[in-house]
């Protein structure tokens, strides 16, 4: 909402638009530094963002930074990971790959805090399409998964022996 950026502004105005440096401080006491296409912008709850705006929303390169420590680093667009982008946990959990209105979508690398790693399709934050799921222990799943399940894999142990074969879920 661009009226959110009316209240406490300051800074360079070009054609009576925002334009050049300033700073905001919005009514929810969320705080803008920067110049109006790129800066910093810092939540009321502690998160912040770095990169590109268009339209008071993050769009295009930036990162943000949750109060937690997770931290996603990519690209936006109207105010949310769309595109390349890689989201790191604090407990080791990483995600690198495509993204689409703030969820996993398309290719991606995702590894968990077990130490398992799945590679391949997502779809809505889901494992959803070919992809290889390598547990901690070596063994390795290969196939199709449909949300977030084993749909029609392979399980493999380490060596590359079939344990199992999962068909039709």
């Known amino acids: 909402n ?3 950026w009316q209240s406490l502004r300051k800074g360079e105005n070009k054609d009576g638009k925002r334009d050049g440096q300033g700073t905001n401080t919005l009514s929810n006491r969320d705080k803008y530094e920067g110049e109006f296409y790129d800066g910093l912008r810092t939540y009321h709850d502690g998160s912040k963002y770095v990169g590109k705006f268009k339209d008071a929303k993050e769009n295009g390169q930036g990162t943000y930074t949750w109060p937690n420590g ?30 689409k209105d703030d969820k ?6 995702c590894t968990f ?17 070919q992809g290889t799921m390598t547990l901690d222990d070596g063994s390795k799943g290969i196939g ?14 380490k060596n590359g022996n079939i344990i199992a074969t999962y068909v039709n879920g």
């Open 113 to 129: 805090p077990s130490g398992s790693v799945y590679v391949g399709e997502w779809k809505d934050s889901k494992k959803d399409g």
């Open 104 to 109: 996993k979508h398309g290719q991606g690398t």
């Open 2 to 4: 661009n009226n959110e």
């Open 70 to 99: 997770n931290k996603y680093e990519g690209e936006f667009k109207d105010g949310k990971k769309h595109g390349q982008g890689t989201m790191t946990f604090t407990d080791g959990g990483k995600y690198v790959g495509e993204w």
């Open 144 to 157: 199709e998964f449909r949300e977030n399940r084993p749909w029609n894999i392979t399980h493999q142990d």
